[in-house]
């Protein structure tokens, strides 16, 4: 059974940071891209990064470049998102997912990320 | 980027078909069919219902289809039905190297 575990997700100042984890089992991890995605409460969906089966590549929506950093390790099975400078507009339920023909096939349950002082 | 538009709701009896469309330009959803639809329960993960513009997932009902003409994409679903509602999502590859999705539409039975 394919699963993604988010973990991480907190309160935090604003201007603070926070770093996301995303555990998988279920498939080979290596073999596959990874993105995080996030929705802020009541709204859509938005794609903030993905990284390439062996993180040499990276890409970002411009909302987050620059202060996001998405990474992973093959060896543990697990994906990170590094989140610096943090705004209230930050706060969202974060979801990490694996990239499955341009789409995402399975997701994580999400975890929640408060930005507020 | 700018999401792609989507209508805020949409509805239908039991066994009647809907129509999600899913605008957007000709640097994301004009250029590529990289074109993926989800399904989006109240307080739970998103599910993927179609990728690649018209392509279901292994477990999605044949009920659910795609298309993509232009710039816009639609997802139909036929023979609704109560366990259809919640709120749908359109995505696509953008010219940027990233993905864009769409504003989300409420479907209502």
């Known amino acids: 059974e394919v699963r993604l575990v988010e973990s991480g997700g907190g309160l935090v100042q604003p201007g603070g940071s926070l770093v996301l984890s995303c555990e998988v089992s279920?498939?080979?991890?290596?073999?596959?891209?990874m993105s995080w995605v996030r929705q802020a409460p009541g709204k859509g969906l938005e794609w903030l990064a993905n990284i390439k089966q062996d993180g040499s590549e990276k890409y970002y929506v411009d909302s987050v470049k620059g202060r996001f950093t998405i990474s992973r390790d093959n060896a543990k099975n697990s994906l990170y998102l590094q989140m610096n400078t943090l705004r209230a507009e930050d706060t969202a339920v974060y979801y990490c997912?694996?990239?499955?023909?341009w789409g995402w096939g399975y997701w994580g349950q999400g975890t929640l990320v408060t930005v507020s002082s | 980027q700018s999401a792609l538009t989507q209508p805020p709701s949409v509805s239908g009896s039991p066994g009647q078909s809907v129509t999600i469309s899913c605008t957007g330009t000709?640097?994301?959803?004009?250029?590529?069919?990289?074109v993926s639809w989800f399904q989006q329960p109240p307080g739970t993960a998103p599910k993927l219902m179609i990728y690649?513009?018209?392509h279901r997932p292994s477990g999605v009902p044949d009920r659910f289809s795609g298309s993509k003409s232009g710039n816009a994409a639609s997802l139909t679903i036929s023979g609704l039905q109560a366990e259809d509602e919640g709120d749908y999502y359109c995505?696509?590859?953008?010219?940027?190297?990233?993905?864009?999705f769409g504003t989300g539409t409420t479907v209502t039975v």
């Open positions: 995505s696509s590859y953008t010219s940027r190297t990233s993905f864009v």
């Open positions: 279920g498939f080979t991890f290596s073999d596959y891209w």
């Open positions: 997912a694996r990239d499955d023909n």
């Open positions: 000709s640097s994301d959803v004009g250029r590529y069919d990289h």
């Open positions: 690649e513009v018209s």
